[in-house]
Structure formats: structure tokens, C-alpha cells
């Protein structure tokens, strides 16, 4: 099973047909080099050494955890009891300060008044943190000053907070490993993912209209230690510890990926399963809550999604450079003596792909590749973009020597 969170082109659906085409390649390790939550790596897995790799933190960690982790997630009851103090600590520290503030939200929530809850929100933003911030107190306040009346409450904030800081400490102090640490951490983006007043991703909040205040009541009023601590049940490790030892997780632009096992005397790929991005969509764009949450970095934010300043921007969601770097993984992958195996749909920003891919691989491999066609649904960004899911032909292109 993958993570408990909604993504634009998960191949979960698919994953099962993509992990038979696959499996007509020659022994060895798969490397998924667009792995975001590593739907088909999971369904290739363990027949194989599964490696992946992905532009952004947040998808690093969902394979470090799944494939390469030496520790499972500690119990939620070892974690309640480990938790409980710091998380209190943090939350009634918090909730003298911000007493006022939530005790507003928390009435205008309750009365579905529409036309307060947007003035409050408004007003935070507008005089900014309520004690300066992080960097004059020190105190873990990053959700809390950066995204509270957006995605989330005010406590809601402030209980992500609470929860990411008291993770830490219990890092610190030798109560968690690195490897439960993480686990935890990916927990917590299930309970973003539970919690978020959004369209299921992160680049404009919903705002509160007499129309949906119901459901946007109900979103604030959901508590998100309950939604971490839920979501800890749900996750477990792919395979056993020998195999996970084997595994590695990248994180990187695709071809700098691929361009790191030429001449590597330490193993290639015999496989590489891509899955690029194919709209103009940015997922760091989309997604950065995720990143942030991993990073918990005080990054500079923008614009009403509040999304980092310093997100990646890939050539797979550039029309000026998509051709260009669909020419470069297939060549690293060539030069690698890996097979290639391609899903992409009819529809994507490389434009007549049906016919152009097929021409690249034959110019690189030397000759025509596989082709199977399915019809899919795709997740897509949902809201203002159009409908959350979306009938296309999904093409699965097989290259090999
Ligand atoms: C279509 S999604 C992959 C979905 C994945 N197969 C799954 O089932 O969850 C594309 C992924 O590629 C990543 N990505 C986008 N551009 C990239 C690049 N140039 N190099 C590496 N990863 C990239 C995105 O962060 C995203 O996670």
C-alpha cells in the first residue's frame, strides 16, 4: 500500500501492469527515477533491488522509509507516551500566547460566520507573528506564523508544531532513531494531507464561503494529533532488513541521476522505470507543504499558496525544454546498458508523443519499442485546473538493446 496522501499521476492503479512489463527485463536493480510516492516501485519490489529517486525531499523520504529504513515505526502507544510531554509543553506555552486568537477562530468556526473568519485570517496576516517568531524566541513556531488561516487553524498550526518539534526532541534524546524519526515525519504529511482545507494539494488554500463553511468548519475543527497518530498504524516497510540494506534512495534531477551510474563500478540499474511529470504543472509548486514539513526550514514564502521561494523547477514541465530532456534519459539510460521502461500519456506537454517517443527511442536503442496502451484515470490537481480525475490514454513504452 502507498502513503495515505492524494498526488497528481500516482500510477497506483496502473502500478500492477507497469511491474509486469518490467519484469520482461533482465535481472538486477530497478531504479524508479520519478518516484514520487513509489507506487510501482512497491509493486516491483522485493523480486528485484529497488532504488528511486525524485526531485523533492518529500519523496526521498517516502522511499528512505519504505525501502531502505532499518526500523519499522515505533507503536503509536510507545509513541503517545514518548510525546505527551513535549507535546504539551509546546501546546500550553503556545495557547497562553495565542489564547485570544484562538479563542476568535474557534467562535467564528463554530457560528459558521464566513465574513469573520476571513476578517481574522486577514488581520494575522497582516500584523504577522504574535511574538516576534522563531527567531527572537527561539520557540518552534513555523506552521504557526506561516500558513495558519491558509491551509490550516490557528491551533491546527500550532499542533503541527507541537508535533514536529516534539519529534525532534525525542530524536535528540535517544528516544526515536533517525529511521522512526522519519517514519514520524511522514505520519505528520498523512495529517496535513487529512487536515489541509485545500483542493488535495497546496498552491491556494480554500477560502471560507457561506457555501462551504460546513466542511471547512469541520476540516478546522479536525484535530491533527489524532490524524498523526492514526496515520502511524497505516505505515510499514517494504521487504526485510538484508534487502532494505541494499536499497537506495536519490534525490535529484532525473538525468544528473541516471548521469551518476555512467561508469560506476558499484552496480547500475538493469532497469529504469520512468514516470516524468507531463503537464506544466511544477509538483514543488503543489507540494511544498510536504517539503516543508520534511525540512521544517523557516523557508522564505509567496504568493496566497504560501509555497517556498526555493522550490525545483523541472525541464519535464518546460514545453521549451521537455523535448531536450526526454532525449537526455533516454540516452543516460542507453549509455547506462539499462532497458527503459516509459509511462506517458497521449495528452502530455511533449507534444505529438505517440509518435515522437517512439522515434527517440528507436534513434537511441537502435530499435522500435514495446508499446502498450491503457486507458486510465488520471489524479490531477483538481480545483481551478478542472476535475480530480481525468480519462486519458496512458502509453507504456518498453526500450531495450
Ligand atoms: C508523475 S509523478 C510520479 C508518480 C509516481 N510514479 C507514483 O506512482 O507515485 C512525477 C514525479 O517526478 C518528480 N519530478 C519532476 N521533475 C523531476 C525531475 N526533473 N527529476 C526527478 N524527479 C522529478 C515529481 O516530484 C513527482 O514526484
Not at 39 to 49: E, F, I, L
Amino acid at each position: 500500500m502507498t502513503i495515505s496522501i492524494s498526488y497528481m499521476g500516482t500510477k497506483k492503479s496502473l502500478a500492477p501492469v507497469v511491474a509486469e512489463v518490467v519484469s520482461a527485463s533482465p535481472p538486477g536493480p530497478l531504479l524508479d527515477v520519478f518516484s514520487g510516492l513509489c507506487a510501482v516501485a512497491k509493486s516491483v519490489a522485493p523480486a528485484r533491488q529497488t532504488w528511486t529517486n525524485d526531485l523533492q525531499h518529500f519523496a526521498q523520504s517516502v522511499a528512505q522509509a519504505h525501502f531502505c529504513s532499518q526500523s519499522h515505526p515505533p507503536q503509536r502507544i510507545d509513541v503517545v507516551a514518548k510525546l505527551n510531554q513535549h507535546y504539551s509543553k509546546h501546546l500550553s506555552k503556545q495557547e497562553k500566547i495565542a489564547g485570544n486568537r484562538i479563542a476568535a477562530e474557534s467562535k467564528a468556526l463554530a457560528d459558521y460566520d464566513s465574513v469573520r473568519l476571513n476578517d481574522i485570517y486577514a488581520e494575522w496576516i497582516m500584523y504577522g507573528p504574535l511574538d516576534g517568531g522563531f527567531e527572537q524566541t527561539g520557540d518552534a513556531t513555523l506552521f504557526r506564523d506561516t500558513f495558519a488561516g491558509a491551509y490550516f487553524g490557528l491551533l491546527q498550526c500550532i499542533e503541527i508544531d507541537a508535533l514536529r518539534h516534539s519529534l525532534d526532541i525525542m530524536l535528540d534524546e535517544h528516544q526515536i532513531d533517525s529511521d522512526q524519526h522519519r517514519w514520524l515525519i511522514l505520519a505528520l504529511a498523512v495529517a496535513l494531507n487529512r487536515c489541509a482545507s485545500s483542493t488535495g494539494h497546496f498552491a491556494q488554500p480554500l477560502t471560507a464561503k457561506p457555501a462551504n463553511l460546513p466542511r471547512f468548519a469541520q476540516q478546522r475543527q479536525r484535530s491533527v494529533k489524532d490524524c498523526f497518530l492514526s496515520a502511524i498504524e497505516s505505515l510499514e516497510p517494504v521487504g526485510n532488513t538484508d534487502w532494505r540494506s541494499r536499497n537506495i534512495a536519490m534525490r535529484g534531477e532525473a538525468n544528473s541521476a541516471l548521469s551518476s551510474f555512467i561508469g560506476n563500478s558499484d552496480g547500475v540499474p538493469s532497469v529504469v522505470y520512468a514516470d516524468p511529470p507531463y503537464t506544466s504543472d511544477q509538483y514543488s509548486r503543489y507540494y511544498h507543504l510536504y517539503e516543508t514539513i520534511v525540512l521544517y526550514d523557516y523557508p522564505e514564502a509567496e504568493g496566497k499558496g504560501r509555497y517556498r521561494t526555493d522550490r525545483e523547477a523541472s525541464d519535464f514541465c518546460l514545453s521549451s525544454r521537455v523535448s531536450e530532456a526526454f532525449d537526455k534519459l533516454i540516452s543516460n539510460c542507453v549509455e547506462i546498458g539499462a532497458d527503459l521502461v516509459l509511462s506517458y500519456p497521449t495528452n502530455g506537454l511533449l507534444a505529438n508523443s505517440r509518435d515522437v517517443l517512439p522515434q527517440k527511442i528507436k534513434d537511441k536503442y537502435g530499435r522500435d519499442p514495446q508499446i502498450l496502451e491503457i486507458d486510465h484515470r488520471h489524479s490531477t490537481m483538481g480545483g481551478s485546473k478542472g476535475p480530480g480525475k481525468m480519462n486519458v490514454t496512458e502509453i507504456i513504452y518498453r526500450a531495450y538493446p
